[in-house]
Structure formats: C-alpha cells, structure tokens
C-alpha cells in the first residue's frame, strides 16, 4: 500500500517536477550587425540560475515555464523575457550608451568603442525619440560635446547644426549627413522614430574617409532594421501635445508708450497720439490716454498642437530580417490666422536576406511626403514695432476690403504697421517630396575574413514652393495680387563598392577596407512670377491659385537657373581605404586615405589621408591601479575638405568706355584686372588628442578631446588695395579650438532600480588667420557692422564700446574734446563711447569687437533612474559666452514712429533717475550719435535650459485570465519648459547672431503611447 502511495504521488507530481525541469534555448544577437554575442549573462530572474552564451551567442538554461529571463552585457541594455513555455527565445540586445564593447557605426563599416581612435559620438532610438520635433538632430541639442544646435521654432524648420565651429567664410558650415550610405544637405525628410543610431563623427581622423565632402563634419544616419530569429513585432507608438509659446517679448503698453512719445518732445508724435484719442476715444481709467491698448504678440500668437503617429512592423526568420513603417506628423505654428503648419508622411521598407551562406542581399527604401506652410515672418517684425494705440480692427476705416482691419496710416504714421495684413492676405506653402533608395549585396569571399559589398543608393527630392499675395486694400493702398512659383529638382546617386578583410592571428587584429565610389548630382530649377491674378485668388477659391491666370508677369523674376546659380551637373569619382590594426588591445593603429576626383573646380583631383594611434594602458601588465578599468590614450591627424562653396574661374576683361575729344565721340577700352578665381576646393587639418577612461567596476566612465582645426584656402571676398572692385580668392585661414569633455555615472542598485547621471561641457576658440594679406574683412550692413579680424573670431560684431550715459554737461566737457562735443552736439542722455586710443575724439580708432555670436562654452548635463516598470529622465543644457545684436532696436535708424520693447521703455534716461541699463534717453534714440554701431545693440546670449523632462510607465505585456496583453508604456514629456537667460528678445537662439525676426521656440507638453504585440 505504502509502495502505490508513493507511485500515486510522484505521478501527481510529475507536471510540477516537469515544469521545474524546463528547458529554454535560443541565441543572442547584436540589433546593429545581427551577429551573436558571446558572454550575455543569461539568468532566471529572482533566482540565482544562470549560463552565459556561447562564442557564436547561443545559450541553454533550464527554468520553469512561468519564469522570466534576464539577459545582461556589458554595453547592451539590459533586457527581460517572460518564458510563458517557450522552450526557444532569440533575443536581440540593444546597445546601451559608450560602453567599451559597443560597436558603433564609422564609415563604411562598424568597430568597436574600446578600439576607436577618433572622436564619435553616437545617440540611440531612446534619446532621439525622447524630443518631440519634426527634426531628428534636434534630439542631439545638449547631449554631444562639442556639437551646437540652434533650434528654429517655426513647423518642420531644420535647426543649425555646426560641429567644432564655423570653418567657412561663405557660411556653409552644416555637417555632411550620410544615411544608409546615401549623401544629403539635411535630414529633414527622415521621421526620428525610423532612427536607430546617429554617430557623429567630430575629428578629422574619424570623417577624412569621406573625403571632400567632409570639411564640416560627418553625420551618419542607420535606420532600423529588422532582426534574424525574432518573431514578428507590431509597434504603435504616438504622442499628442501642445506648444506653448515662452519668454513672450514684452512691448510697451499704451500708458508706457504715452511716456515714452512725451519724453521725446516730438511734437509731431505726440500730435499722433491726440489722433488716435480722436478716432478711438479716450481711456476710462485715463483720459490721457487713448482707448486703445494692443498686445501685438498676444494677438498673433496662439498655442498650437502638435501630434505624431507611427506604426511598424518587425521580426526575421533564419535567412530574413525586415522593418517595415510608416508614420504621419503634424505641426501646427504659433501664428494666429494664416496657414502655418507643416504635415509630412512617411513609408519605409528595409529588408535584408542571406540567399545563399556566402551572399547577403537587401535594400531599403523612404519616402517621405511633406506640406509645409510658412509663417510670414513679416507678422513678428511688424508684432514688434506696431504701436499700442492702433486697434486690429477699424470699422470707420471703410475704404479696406475685404477685412477692416486697423491701419496705422489713418493716424498719420508713415506705415501700415498692423501684422494682420501679411497674416490674411499671404499664402506661402512648400511641398516637398523626397525618396531615399538603397540596394545591396554582399559576398562572403573567404569566410569570416574577406568580403566584398556593392551597394547603390538614389535620392531623389522635389520641391515645389507657392506664395501668394492676395488683392486687398488697406484702407489707403490698393495691392494687387501676384503669384511666385518655383520648382527645384535634385536627382543624387552613390555607387559604392569596396572590400574588407578582417583577420585575427595571434594577438594580432588587422581590419582593412578598400573601395571605389562614384557619385553624381544634377539639379534643375524653374521659377516665376505673375501679378494681376484674375479671378482674383482668395483661401476660398484655390483652384485659381496658378500662374495660368496672371495677366502679367514681373520678368526679373522669371528664371531658369542655369550653372552660376546651381550646381547643374556635378560628377565625382573616389577611391578610398581604410586600415586598422589591433595589438593584443593594447596598442591601436588607423589610418585612411581617399582620392576624391570631380567636375566642380578647375583642380580636379584631391588626397586626403589621416592617421591615428590609441594606447590602452590598462591592459598593460604593469598597470594596476584600484579603481581605473580601463585607461586609453588616443592622438590623430587627419585632412579633408569642403566643396559647398561655388567655383568661379574668371579672368581680366577689357572694357569699353566712351568719350568726346573736341567734340568727337571717341571709344578707347580699359582693362579691368579683377576677376574671380576659386579653383578648389577648401581644406581642413585638424590634430585630435583624446582620453577613454572607465572607473569603478565601468560605473564611472569619461571621454575627453582636445582638438585644433585649421581651415585653409577659404574662398573670400577681398578688396585688392589698388583696385575698388571685390574679387573672391583662396586665401582665408581659420582656426576652431577646444577642449570636449564627457562624463557618465551608471549603476544598477538593484535588479528593480538602476540610475544615471551624467554631463557634458565643450570649450571653442574660433579665430581668423589669414585674409590674404587683408586686416580685415567687413560683413553685416554698414550700419551694423560685423567684422572678421586677424586674431579675432569670425564675423564678430563691430562697433563702439558703451561705458555709460552723459548726465551732465560737465561730464560730456571733461570726456572728449570740446570742440568735438559741439560738432557732435552731445547733450546729457547720450551714450559715452569709450575713447581706446585717448585723442579726445570718437572716430573708426575706437571701435573694437563687441562679441561673436559663437559660443565658447556649451553644456549639458543629464539624470534618470529605472525603478521596475517607471523611468525618468532630465536633460539640462546651456550656452555661454556669446553675443547677440539686438537689431530690432537698431531699426529705429530708420524708422522713428514706432513702439518699444517695455525693457527699454522702463529704463531709458531721464533727467530724475537716469538709467539702470545704460540705455539713452527718449530723445537721443532718435540721435545719429546714439544710433551708431555699438555695445548698446549688443546683448549677452548665455542662457540655461531645462531642456527635456520624461516620465514613463510601462505594464502589461503579461498573460491575464487567458488573454496575452500587449506591452503599453505610457509617457508624459516636457520639452523646453524652461529657459532663463537676460538677451531682450524672444529666445536666445538666433542661427546669424542678428535678430531682426526670429521665429520664438515654443515649450512642448505632450501625452504618448506605445504599444507592442
């Protein structure tokens, strides 16, 4: 009996017996080269079973069916999988951060971080989708040393992206961005969510295999692809939010306007404001005052929506990876009224597939659709000038049509003023319609060491712009209707095919690559102009909104561009190689070469080679210090160039000039010995030298640069002392820099919680030295000048330096010369301009550099924890030691009868109180002394940012009641809800350092969702 009592309960035992025995076995894989990982620790979690995988990334693990899994590496997020009695699980493990072991993407192949010996930097899928923007390199703003991104508010604007600086004199400074192999200006057509990693390659060493092309930096973009051995996955991930506008610009209100107009004494403006008490009534609360108090900004401005949807599809078999995707986005502007918004939809296919062991085919395919709708820019510049006591709308002004709107004419001002006019009676829309194509195929030639790859890829970009003025009258001018129609076509492709051998013998690794490349670019562009339009168009009656309907045309603006406008047809041909080698991770070498040969410029054939060296120190036998994990010192040099400046190739002409001799025409010619000559390209040589550190069981880690780059034959426009006339030559020099530091604390508390905190700074020096024997060279307008000076940055402002404001006339006798102070007619309340060189006069010796709209110190700092299924994450960053030129203020030069910003309407001098700000008085605003370039123009730019607040919670993703529930994480998102800074203007992010009319960055506040079957 005992002996059938024992076989009945191990019978009834058996399931649990044979749930505790059950056996899980799969295979771990890179998601960047699908290739296995060997040493992922694979464990039961909560339990203390655990293997590791095997050299080719296979594990096998015994666990019961309900357990989850957890599998960890160095340098791989870690990742977690429910069993629900599967017995094979593949995993494909992200990378995670800079660890040491990360293979990141350089170009034409991949290497490892702890082998490097250049500067890249490289951003993920989860930091680039934490920004919600069009833009995918805004998601970069504070996280990458040394990289400066301005941002744009206005709907699906790129930002300014400059790595280590400006290095050209006609401005180009954007980076070369190469997506999937494929060559382009901007990224603006790519939806951020299709990104799986942006490296940034920062030195010379790192981006001299793209040769020509690379003078400012390399951006290269991987999308994401499927992975070998995973199920297939559905993701829906979107967010919704709201754009608020922030650090709104405050313009002086009725009463202060009032204040300022008296203290002018214009009896002329004063008799302005008695008129609009006459046409608008006086105010109740003060009869001095007109009935009329117009907040002009919060007028046009509304908060906007801003929303994104995407939806892809994942997975592969043995042989088969795939990403398919497709995503719409839509921005809506802060511009109240008018159309301005920008729309884009997006279909991807990437496909790779192993036909055969030793053949590997795939491409990949983007398309990208977008509707932009630009906001008149015209509405913030007259926002900013447009006086108080004019109301938006005016019911006696009869004569306007179709809408009343106000017109400050009516009044006796000499312009219109009022924004409402450009915001009804203009439509500007861009449509554009770009497609990225790649194939590819690659041949396994010797196993595991020599492969050969050719991959083509397409681009093609079609942009078709309209603007459209609609016929109107203003109450005094009658305007006609007119329509402005542009198309550009870009047909760009790239044939690449090249080899790489990678080989390890002994303590010897040697990785090289050797290829060809071929690349053309052709670009075509029609534009035209027609006015009269009838029927005349209206926003309700589109279907007349084409040139077909013009009456006449405007033949200045009537064009086919031809070869000095647009590179029409460019072709290159390249050969290129690259070689690593690698000592027993001790001793690191690289270097690479590429031949670029082109069609653009007279020299048709350019070498550009680089070098680089790394000693990791911690692998020495004799290094051992507590605490340092690993310690690498790296040096590079390397040479390349920047072809987006236009070629020009000229030559002295004869001139024929006519005269009279006794009465007789007589025709004699003069030569004219100035020409254009721009027959290359420009170069840059730029030394590297750089530090990799991890600290502290890899918890701590650190990356530090320091670099110099020189940029020569920069194409200039120069002035020869004898003759007049400009002329453009290669003789520009310009030096970039700095010192970039990187530093990073992660840890894992427990298996529930981990942390993160880490930060960035970035120091830049940019210099001019050489002008081709020029002391300077002048840019900006004559009245606000900016100045490139040998020593001095590029295009620093120029202009007198302020000390102070005269408050008495013995104060103006004791600081120049009397006879100059009555030429000059100073009166207290006018600016006291520093003499530099003490003669007692205010002359062009006295002007300096007031500043450079270029930073030398950029930062960023970041924080975030993981605590089971919530997560957090910060970003702070900020700028420093930079300048703007406050040129709103500045158009007082031409124009008088305008409004104020209330900082100046607070602070400007006056007899009682004189002025906190060293702003001039109300009358000596409308001095020409004071009205000079100079520091008063000039503003400090230095803000500080919040710039990226996340909060996440993920659930479900489990089995409830039977029923398989999807993984949902749910996100809130803040971004940009804070900026602190003193400039006096909208924002302190202004591309050019002029601020005339910058579209404000709005605060963002969204509500996302993703969810994965």
């Known amino acids: 009996m005992r002996n059938l009592f024992t076989c009945f309960f191990l019978l009834c035992m058996l399931p649990a017996f044979a749930e505790a025995q059950h056996r899980v076995s799969g295979r771990v894989t890179d998601a960047l080269t699908a290739g296995g990982i060997p040493g992922v620790t694979v464990m039961v979690k909560g339990a203390v079973t655990a293997t590791q995988t095997n050299a080719t990334g296979n594990y096998t693990i015994d666990a019961n069916a309900a357990d989850t899994l957890v599998f960890r590496s160095l340098g791989y997020a870690m990742q977690e999988v429910p069993i629900a009695n599967q017995t094979s699980i593949d995993v494909v493990l992200e990378g995670e951060g800079t660890e040491l072991e990360e293979v990141v993407v350089i170009g034409y192949g991949t290497q490892r971080q702890r082998d490097l010996t250049t500067a890249?930097?490289?951003?993920?899928?989860?930091?680039?989708?934490?920004?919600?923007?069009?833009?995918?390199?805004?998601?970069?703003?504070?996280?990458?040393?040394?990289?400066?991104?301005?941002?744009?508010?206005?709907?699906?604007?790129?930002?300014?992206?400059?790595?280590?600086?400006?290095?050209?004199?006609?401005?180009?400074?954007?980076?070369?961005?190469?997506?999937?192999?494929?060559?382009?200006?901007?990224?603006?057509?790519?939806?951020?969510?299709?990104?799986?990693?942006?490296?940034?390659?920062?030195?010379?060493?790192?981006?001299?295999?793209?040769?020509?092309?690379?003078?400012?930096?390399?951006?290269?973009?991987?999308?994401?692809?499927?992975?070998?051995?995973?199920?297939?996955?559905?993701?829906?991930?979107?967010?919704?939010?709201?754009?608020?506008?922030?650090?709104?610009?405050?313009?002086?209100?009725?009463?202060?306007?009032?204040?300022?107009?008296?203290?002018?004494?214009?009896?002329?403006?004063?008799?302005?404001?008695?008129?609009?008490?006459?046409?608008?009534?006086?105010?109740?609360?003060?009869?001095?005052?007109?009935?009329?108090?117009?907040?002009?900004?919060?007028?046009?401005?509304?908060?906007?929506?801003?929303?994104?949807?995407?939806?892809?599809?994942?997975?592969?078999?043995?042989?088969?990876?795939?990403?398919?995707?497709?995503?719409?986005?839509?921005?809506?502007?802060?511009?109240?009224?008018?159309?301005?918004?920008?729309?884009?939809?997006?279909?991807?296919?990437?496909?790779?597939?192993?036909?055969?062991?030793?053949?590997?085919?795939?491409?990949?395919?983007?398309?990208?659709?977008?509707?932009?709708?630009?906001?008149?820019?015209?509405?913030?510049?007259?926002?900013?000038?447009?006086?108080?006591?004019?109301?938006?709308?005016?019911?006696?002004?009869?004569?306007?049509?179709?809408?009343?709107?106000?017109?400050?004419?009516?009044?006796?001002?000499?312009?219109?003023?009022?924004?409402?006019?450009?915001?009804?009676?203009?439509?500007?829309?861009?449509?554009?319609?770009?497609?990225?194509?790649?194939?590819?195929?690659?041949?396994?030639?010797?196993?595991?060491?020599?492969?050969?790859?050719?991959?083509?890829?397409?681009?093609?970009?079609?942009?078709?712009?309209?603007?459209?003025?609609?016929?109107?009258?203003?109450?005094?001018?009658?305007?006609?209707?007119?329509?402005?129609?542009?198309?550009?076509?870009?047909?760009?492709?790239?044939?690449?095919?090249?080899?790489?051998?990678?080989?390890?013998?002994?303590?010897?690794?040697?990785?090289?690559?050797?290829?060809?490349?071929?690349?053309?670019?052709?670009?075509?562009?029609?534009?035209?102009?027609?006015?009269?339009?009838?029927?005349?168009?209206?926003?309700?009656?589109?279907?007349?909104?084409?040139?077909?309907?013009?009456?006449?045309?405007?033949?200045?603006?009537?064009?086919?561009?031809?070869?000095?406008?647009?590179?029409?047809?460019?072709?290159?041909?390249?050969?290129?190689?690259?070689?690593?080698?690698?000592?027993?991770?001790?001793?690191?070498?690289?270097?690479?070469?590429?031949?670029?040969?082109?069609?653009?410029?007279?020299?048709?054939?350019?070498?550009?080679?680089?070098?680089?060296?790394?000693?990791?120190?911690?692998?020495?036998?004799?290094?051992?210090?507590?605490?340092?994990?690993?310690?690498?010192?790296?040096?590079?040099?390397?040479?390349?160039?920047?072809?987006?400046?236009?070629?020009?190739?000229?030559?002295?002409?004869?001139?024929?000039?006519?005269?009279?001799?006794?009465?007789?025409?007589?025709?004699?010619?003069?030569?004219?010995?100035?020409?254009?000559l721009i027959t290359q390209w420009e170069t840059t040589v730029e030394k590297n030298f750089g530090v990799d550190a991890q600290f502290l069981n890899s918890r701590l880690s650190l990356e530090a640069d320091y670099f110099i780059r020189d940029t020569r034959n920069l194409a200039v426009t120069i002035v020869p002392p004898v003759f007049a006339s400009a002329e453009r030559r290669s003789v520009g020099e310009i030096r970039n820099q700095g010192l970039e530091l990187n530093l990073n604390w992660r840890d894992h508390l427990s298996e529930d919680f981990s942390y993160n905190i880490g930060g960035n700074i970035a120091t830049l020096k940019n210099k001019v030295l050489g002008l081709g024997g020029a002391d300077g060279l002048n840019a900006g307008s004559a009245e606000f000048r900016q100045r490139s000076i040998i020593g001095q940055p590029y295009q620093a402002f120029y202009g007198y330096e302020v000390t102070g404001v005269f408050d008495t006339d013995q104060q103006i006798q004791s600081t120049y010369n009397a006879d100059f102070a009555a030429e000059k007619s100073l009166v207290p309340g006018d600016l006291i301009f520093k003499d530099q060189n003490g003669d007692g006069l205010i002359d062009d010796q006295d002007r300096v550099i007031l500043g450079s709209y270029l930073p030398d110190f950029t930062w960023g700092a970041n924080l975030g924890f993981r605590y089971k299924k919530l997560e957090f994450a910060a970003l702070l960053q900020g700028q420093t030691g930079y300048h703007i030129l406050n040129r709103k203020r500045g158009e007082m030069i031409f124009t008088n009868d305008t409004n104020i910003d209330a900082d100046l309407a607070t602070n400007f001098w006056t007899e009682e109180g004189g002025s906190p700000k060293n702003y001039p008085s109300a009358s000596g605003l409308r001095r020409s002394w004071n009205q000079v370039m100079s520091s008063y123009f000039v503003e400090p730019g230095s803000y500080f940012r919040l710039q990226n607040v996340r909060l996440s919670y993920s659930f479900l993703g489990r089995e409830i009641n039977g029923v398989t529930w999807p993984e949902t994480r749910v996100t809130l998102t803040a971004d940009r809800p804070l900026t602190v800074f003193k400039y006096n203007g909208f924002n302190p992010e202004v591309a050019s350092g002029v601020d005339r009319e910058v579209y404000p960055i709005p605060a963002i506040y969204t509500l996302g969702v993703t969810i994965k079957l």
């Open 120 to 676: 890249v930097a490289t951003i993920r899928a989860d930091d680039i989708a934490k920004t919600p923007n069009a833009q995918a390199m805004q998601s970069l703003q504070g996280r990458v040393a040394g990289v400066q991104i301005v941002s744009n508010g206005a709907p699906g604007a790129s930002p300014t992206v400059r790595l280590r600086g400006i290095g050209s004199f006609e401005g180009n400074s954007a980076p070369l961005y190469v997506v999937d192999g494929m060559f382009f200006d901007n990224i603006d057509f790519l939806n951020p969510n299709d990104i799986a990693t942006i490296s940034v390659l920062k030195d010379a060493s790192a981006s001299a295999i793209y040769g020509v092309r690379a003078g400012n930096g390399v951006v290269l973009i991987e999308t994401k692809s499927g992975a070998y051995n995973k199920p297939g996955e559905i993701v829906y991930d979107a967010y919704y939010g709201i754009q608020n506008p922030q650090n709104v610009l405050k313009m002086a209100n009725t009463q202060q306007f009032v204040r300022y107009i008296n203290a002018t004494g214009s009896q002329a403006d004063i008799s302005l404001i008695a008129n609009a008490m006459q046409r608008y009534g006086r105010s109740r609360l003060d009869p001095n005052l007109p009935n009329v108090n117009t907040d002009w900004y919060n007028e046009i401005m509304t908060p906007a929506p801003i929303q994104n949807h995407n939806l892809s599809f994942s997975g592969g078999g043995e042989s088969t990876r795939y990403s398919i995707g497709a995503s719409y986005f839509n921005q809506e502007g802060l511009l109240d009224l008018q159309r301005n918004d920008y729309r884009r939809l997006n279909f991807r296919v990437k496909v790779d597939s192993k036909v055969k062991d030793w053949l590997n085919v795939g491409g990949n395919f983007n398309v990208s659709t977008a509707r932009q709708y630009n906001g008149e820019n015209t509405a913030w510049f007259r926002a900013y000038f447009s006086v108080p006591i004019l109301p938006v709308y005016d019911e006696d002004n009869t004569d306007a049509s179709p809408v009343k709107y106000a017109n400050a004419q009516k009044l006796g001002y000499r312009g219109v003023q009022n924004p409402f006019f450009p915001l009804e009676y203009i439509d500007n829309r861009n449509h554009v319609a770009k497609l990225a194509g790649n194939f590819h195929a690659e041949v396994a030639l010797w196993e595991q060491k020599l492969k050969f790859r050719t991959q083509y890829n397409y681009g093609l970009s079609f942009v078709n712009t309209r603007r459209v003025d609609f016929e109107y009258h203003d109450g005094v001018t009658q305007h006609q209707s007119a329509i402005r129609r542009q198309n550009t076509s870009d047909y760009d492709q790239v044939w690449d095919n090249f080899v790489t051998y990678d080989d390890d013998f002994g303590k010897h690794n040697l990785n090289v690559v050797l290829g060809q490349s071929y690349r053309s670019e052709y670009s075509e562009l029609l534009f035209a102009r027609g006015t009269a339009i009838s029927p005349a168009p209206s926003r309700a009656a589109e279907q007349y909104w084409y040139l077909t309907n013009a009456t006449d045309f405007d033949l200045n603006n009537i064009g086919d561009a031809d070869g000095g406008t647009l590179n029409a047809n460019l072709q290159f041909l390249s050969f290129f190689g690259r070689a690593a080698y690698n000592y027993d991770d001790r001793y690191l070498l690289y270097t690479t070469f590429r031949r670029d040969g082109n069609n653009k410029f007279q020299k048709t054939w350019g070498n550009f080679a680089t070098v680089g060296a790394g000693w990791v120190l911690s692998q020495e036998e004799f290094f051992d210090v507590p605490g340092i994990d690993f310690l690498k010192f790296r040096a590079s040099w390397g040479q390349l160039g920047n072809d987006a400046i236009s070629p020009s190739v000229g030559l002295p002409t004869l001139q024929e000039n006519n005269g009279a001799i006794d009465g007789t025409r007589v025709i004699g010619r003069r030569l004219n010995p100035t020409f254009d």
